[in-house]
Nanobody, 119 residues
Framework: VQLVESGGGLVQAGGSLRLSCAAS????????MGWFRQAPGKEREFVAT????????YYADSVKGRFTISRDNAKNTVYLQMNSLKPEDTAVYYC?????????????WGQGTQVTVSS
């Protein structure tokens, strides 16, 4: 599956952005989807995940209550709504796909989209 992120940009602290990740190539509803981020000089970290049907979600503690992950299987797209953004949310954000039932984790990754939050 091919993944293409969009929606990144520059925003002031306290603002909002919505990231999108469009999937193609395989049946989107067969994949659990996740968002990850990597800040300069830091390891890539988990942000949020959503199950293949959309009924189960998990969030990193650092974004819980501010970010919302969702998906539209009819549009082959997963979203990350980011509210109350903080400068420490600045990073390249990646979406990733994990085949349903797979023990191999996230096998497919997008190219990333930059999010910059100014103070």
């Amino acid at each position: 599956v091919q993944l293409v992120e969009s929606g990144g940009g520059l925003v002031q602290a306290g603002g909002s952005l919505r990231l999108s990740c469009a999937a193609s190539g395989r049946t989107f509803s067969n994949y659990n989807m996740g968002w990850f981020r990597q800040a300069p000089g830091k390891e890539r970290e988990f942000v949020a995940t959503i199950s293949y049907g959309g009924s189960v979600t998990y969030y990193a503690d650092s974004v819980k209550g501010r970010f919302t992950i969702s998906r539209d299987n009819a549009k082959n797209t997963v979203y990350l709504q980011m509210n109350s953004l903080k400068p420490e949310d600045t990073a390249v954000y990646y979406c990733a796909a994990s085949p349903r039932g797979s023990a191999n984790g996230y096998e497919f990754w997008g190219q990333g989209t930059q999010v910059t939050v100014s103070s």
